[in-house]
């Protein structure tokens, strides 16, 4: 039985959302290029920042070493035609992957995303806010 961290679990996630092929394509060169911890500057027409909670020990869980992390995916778009319509999508592409994920990740014991809810954080862009409680078999 393996186990994992936080950390690797966001670079995992960060490594699948980025091998999506978004829907609604402005051209090739619009995909989703992930940066943790810190959002970068907006490159082409989907950039991700993914953060987490430190993780903690469920008392309870399924086995010793259950942990639980929350992670936030915000996916920013800049303004354009059909922001809304992209954002939406994207939103139910990603999210869909978090379940596949949950079924093929032995250490991923169950995911729990919110509703993706929208914004607009500085310059007419849109960003995309999901968090997801992620439980996991951790390693300490």
Do not use: H
């Not at 903690?56 to 922001?83: H, K, L, M």
């Not at 596949?100 to 914004?119: E, H, M, Y």
């Amino acid at each position: 039985m393996m186990a994992t961290t936080a950390a690797a679990l966001l670079d995992t996630l960060a490594t699948r959302i980025e091998a999506l092929d978004p829907d609604d394509k402005a051209s090739g060169d619009d995909v989703y290029r992930c940066t943790i911890g810190t959002r970068m500057m907006m490159r082409g027409g989907r950039a991700v920042l993914l953060t987490a909670l430190g993780a903690n020990r469920i008392a309870g869980g399924r086995t010793c070493s259950d942990w639980q992390t929350e992670i936030t995916i915000d996916v920013f778009y800049p303004e354009g035609q059909n922001t809304m319509t992209k954002a939406l999508i994207d939103a139910e592409q990603i999210c869909g992957d978090l379940y596949t994920w949950a079924t093929t990740d032995s250490d991923v014991l169950k995911i729990d995303p919110d509703l993706a809810a929208p914004g607009s954080p500085s310059d007419g862009e849109l960003v995309y806010s999901r968090t997801v409680l992620l439980t996991y078999r951790g390693t300490y």
